[in-house]
């Protein structure tokens, strides 16, 4: 009759259970989540690839820094944010772009007013004048969807006059020439780029000039700029911008995205993309592939080494070719709520045969599941969370959950072994949840609980104990 009735922990992981294994592989999609555990992540991530073998496992960065990721990891090695938080505070130049950070990251606007207390100038690119571009000495309106052909325009004034960081161009990049000869076209002078834009000529030359000869430049972002259709290409062209300028490996430089939810960082890192393992080792290569089957022992193998559908495919599968995606399991994620067009997006989920939801409270997606299972939040469970900075963070269990609720990665471990598969999900703790991680994860290997619940903690990569972890990415190479 459509309602919900109460049940069992057993009840529910036997119904779960015998659904799931009704399905092909690919016929299920699995959703991560930003807000939850680097544990409860890894777990669900684990129990998609290894118990129900789908390829078909993303969450929500999809809709806000998957193009963060992408862009970074093509031009550097590693798509994530350069240098940390406190290191914005030697900046002698910040350009912030695509994020309003003194309402969004205010701990992060701390830092900046640091630095221009220290003398640094700030530009502020954005469409909408907000309380950060109160504090900018140079505040740069402009139309939306032009973010390409501004940092093309600032590269070509800034080769024009023979500002770029020649050293760091012959020594740490690759196809220089091809991309100068691009933005070197007249498309880009800062005559063109002001029609195009709408920023004056004379605002792009001063900034140019400020990005070039600060001595260190940082550039922040956010959704602002991944949220578009052409995301990657924005991220690519400030990693370009900062290569050509040789604001790279060093203290107050880099390019610094502004993460949203707490642990999104984290959620990639987990490998809940449908692309990536943990610590971005690619689906698709197969040495990586046979490490995690290795490592995992399932005994009737995992996933394919192929990459998944995206979040966004998902939904377009699911009413373009019904019967292709059949079942969803959704963790800590309310696509009928932060999804774009929820009318897509319902429609979308009333064609499933099957849905999950496994989240702290009934939203409007677990409103329309066949199962809902009560988890655990953040302060009711043990665990770790990685921060925009690739910080590691300690997070400590301070009460009891309410009634029956349990944390995300027990609530995996109870229903693998309902599957058949507790040898593969032996964990009795979060704490051996995360040892797992760093011992399949490089770039987690030499971190333990004892050294992320130090105050000061470790940001990644962190390959040895002895290493003491790396604050500043690509000092001397890229990744």
């Given at each position: 009759?459509?309602?919900?009735?109460?049940?069992?922990?057993?009840?529910?992981?036997d119904?779960?259970?015998?659904?799931?294994?009704?399905?092909?592989?690919?016929?299920?999609?699995?959703?991560?989540?930003?807000?939850?555990?680097?544990?409860?992540?890894?777990?669900?991530?684990?129990f998609?690839?290894?118990?129900?073998?789908?390829?078909?496992?993303?969450?929500?960065?999809?809709?806000?820094?998957a193009?963060?990721?992408?862009?970074?990891?093509t031009?550097?090695?590693?798509?994530?944010?350069?240098?940390?938080?406190?290191?914005?505070?030697?900046?002698?130049c910040?350009f912030i772009?695509?994020?309003?950070?003194?309402?969004?990251?205010p701990?992060?606007?701390?830092?900046?007013m640091h630095?221009?207390?220290?003398?640094?100038k700030?530009?502020?690119?954005?469409?909408?004048?907000?309380?950060?571009?109160?504090q900018?000495?140079?505040?740069?309106?402009?139309?939306?969807?032009?973010?390409?052909?501004?940092f093309?325009?600032?590269?070509?004034?800034?080769?024009?006059?023979?500002?770029?960081?020649?050293?760091?161009?012959?020594?740490?990049?690759?196809?220089?020439?091809?991309?100068?000869?691009?933005?070197?076209?007249?498309?880009?002078?800062?005559?063109?780029?002001?029609?195009?834009?709408?920023?004056?000529?004379?605002?792009?030359?001063?900034?140019?000039?400020?990005?070039?000869?600060s001595?260190?430049?940082?550039?922040?972002?956010?959704?602002?700029?991944?949220?578009?259709?052409?995301?990657?290409?924005?991220?690519?062209?400030?990693?370009?911008?900062?290569?050509?300028?040789?604001?790279?490996?060093?203290?107050g430089?880099?390019?610094?995205?502004?993460?949203?939810?707490?642990?999104?960082?984290?959620?990639?890192?987990?490998?809940?993309?449908?692309?990536?393992?943990?610590?971005?080792?690619?689906?698709?290569?197969?040495?990586?592939?046979?490490?995690?089957?290795?490592?995992?022992?399932?005994?009737?193998?995992?996933?394919?080494?192929?990459?998944?559908?995206?979040?966004?495919?998902?939904?377009?599968?699911?009413?373009?070719?019904?019967?292709?995606?059949?079942?969803?399991?959704?963790?800590?994620?309310?696509?009928?709520?932060?999804?774009?067009?929820?009318?897509?997006?319902?429609?979308?989920?009333k064609?499933?045969?099957?849905?999950?939801?496994?989240?702290?409270?009934?939203?409007?997606?677990a409103?329309?599941a066949?199962?809902?299972?009560?988890?655990?939040?953040?302060?009711e469970?043990?665990?770790?969370?990685?921060?925009?900075?690739?910080?590691?963070?300690?997070?400590?269990?301070a009460?009891?959950?309410?009634?029956?609720?349990?944390?995300?990665?027990?609530?995996?471990?109870?229903?693998?072994?309902?599957?058949?598969?507790?040898?593969?999900?032996?964990?009795?703790?979060?704490?051996?949840?995360?040892?797992?991680?760093?011992?399949?994860?490089?770039?987690?290997?030499?971190?333990?609980?004892?050294?992320?619940?130090?105050?000061?903690?470790?940001?990644?990569?962190?390959?040895?104990?002895?290493?003491?972890?790396?604050?500043?990415?690509?000092?001397?190479?890229?990744?």
């Amino acid at each position: 009759d459509g309602k919900f009735v109460e049940a069992s922990w057993d009840e529910a992981y036997d119904l779960i259970a015998q659904k799931l294994k009704s399905y092909k592989p690919d016929e299920m999609g699995v959703f991560a989540s930003a807000r939850t555990s680097n544990e409860d992540n890894y777990a669900i991530m684990k129990f998609a690839r290894g118990v129900l073998k789908t390829r078909h496992i993303d969450h929500c960065a999809r809709l806000c820094h998957a193009s963060t990721v992408a862009g970074l990891a093509t031009t550097f090695g590693s798509g994530a944010m350069t240098n940390s938080i406190d290191d914005i505070a030697e900046s002698k130049c910040l350009f912030i772009t695509g994020s309003n950070t003194f309402e969004q990251h205010p701990l992060i606007g701390r830092k900046v007013m640091h630095a221009k207390k220290n003398g640094a100038k700030i530009i502020y690119a954005d469409p909408r004048f907000t309380p950060t571009g109160k504090q900018a000495d140079l505040y740069m309106a402009f139309k939306s969807g032009t973010d390409v052909a501004i940092f093309n325009g600032l590269m070509q004034e800034i080769i024009k006059n023979g500002w770029e960081d020649k050293e760091f161009i012959a020594n740490r990049t690759k196809d220089y020439e091809a991309m100068k000869e691009v933005v070197m076209k007249p498309d880009y002078s800062l005559e063109n780029v002001e029609k195009i834009s709408g920023i004056p000529a004379e605002q792009l030359k001063t900034a140019a000039e400020w990005i070039a000869k600060s001595g260190a430049t940082a550039i922040l972002y956010s959704m602002g700029i991944t949220q578009h259709t052409v995301g990657v290409d924005n991220v690519k062209s400030i990693a370009n911008l900062q290569m050509l300028t040789g604001n790279l490996g060093k203290r107050g430089a880099g390019v610094n995205a502004l993460r949203g939810q707490n642990n999104v960082q984290g959620a990639c890192d987990m490998g809940c993309l449908p692309v990536v393992f943990t610590g971005y080792q690619k689906v698709i290569d197969e040495a990586a592939h046979k490490k995690f089957a290795d490592a995992w022992g399932f005994p009737d193998g995992i996933a394919p080494a192929q990459n998944g559908y995206e979040v966004t495919t998902m939904m377009d599968v699911l009413t373009d070719n019904p019967g292709e995606v059949k079942a969803l399991y959704i963790m800590g994620e309310n696509p009928m709520l932060s999804d774009p067009d929820i009318k897509h997006v319902e429609e979308a989920i009333k064609k499933l045969e099957f849905l999950v939801v496994q989240d702290i409270f009934m939203t409007e997606t677990a409103e329309m599941a066949h199962v809902v299972l009560p988890a655990a939040c953040y302060a009711e469970k043990d665990g770790t969370q990685t921060n925009t900075e690739r910080r590691v963070q300690r997070l400590r269990k301070a009460q009891e959950p309410p009634g029956q609720a349990k944390g995300d990665w027990e609530i995996f471990a109870e229903l693998a072994a309902k599957m058949g598969y507790a040898k593969q999900f032996p964990w009795k703790s979060s704490e051996e949840v995360f040892n797992e991680i760093a011992k399949v994860t490089p770039s987690y290997g030499g971190m333990n609980y004892e050294r992320v619940s130090t105050p000061e903690s470790v940001h990644w990569p962190c390959p040895a104990l002895d290493h003491p972890g790396t604050p500043i990415l690509h000092i001397g190479k890229f990744s």
